[in-house]
């Protein structure tokens, strides 16, 4: 199968074309935060210096982010298809998976970009909420996730609240500097044929259905 990269701005819904995409193909999927689970757990000199760093509240170092990706992508499960979630997310990160990609003769791969404008993506992460007693998701902006009466769980009639920890103001900034991060990535990928972009402002389940499209036909 044909290996893909998600580039994906906050609330793009990633998340559930990931999910599909594993159920249906089997593709495994790999974000760095379970590469530093994993490294994490290991066992080795390079776990010590992860805990080290994040429990210092600081960040991992690139080149042992970048080490555990090169091993992932040595397992086996990898061969029949990989997601790759989170990574690259700056021209550098770009430079060094293209290295990866040549070391390991990887050459079937797409980049999907998640094209959704700013205010679809706000209105889905202000507008998350949940009950409080089954724990629910809702959203009060997002068609398919609206609860039926304004405000009330559908299941147990409790208020819902609301869960972002965003105001529009931070949306934005994060909505943004992600945008110019990836920026020269799109330019990348599209400069080598390898880039696809879905319209991400539609319903997920319309949004799967292109993606399924671009992987079929390869
Ligand atoms: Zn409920």
Known sequence: MTNLIFLAP?????????????????????????????GRNDGTERAKRIIDAQDSGGLVPDDI?????????????CQKGFILDGYPRNAKQFETLKGIFNELNITDYLAIYFDISMQEAMERTLGRQNC???????????????????GICDD??????TRSDDNEET?????????????PLLKGYEAENHLVKVDANRESILVFEDIDKIINEG
Do not use: W
């Open 10 to 38: 906050p609330a793009a819904g990633k998340g559930t074309q990931s999910k599909r995409l594993v159920e249906k193909y089997g593709y495994v999927h790999i974000s760095t935060g379970d590469l530093l689970r994993a």
């Open 156 to 161: 147990c009639n409790e208020a819902l609240v």
């Open 171 to 183: 949306f934005k900034v994060r909505f943004q500097t992600y945008l110019n991060n990836i920026e």
């Open 132 to 150: 409080p007693k089954c724990k629910r998701d809702y959203n009060k902006f997002y068609g398919p996730m609206m609860p039926k009466e304004d």
């Open 65 to 77: 982010v970048d080490e555990l990706l090169k091993e992932r992508l040595q397992q086996d499960d």
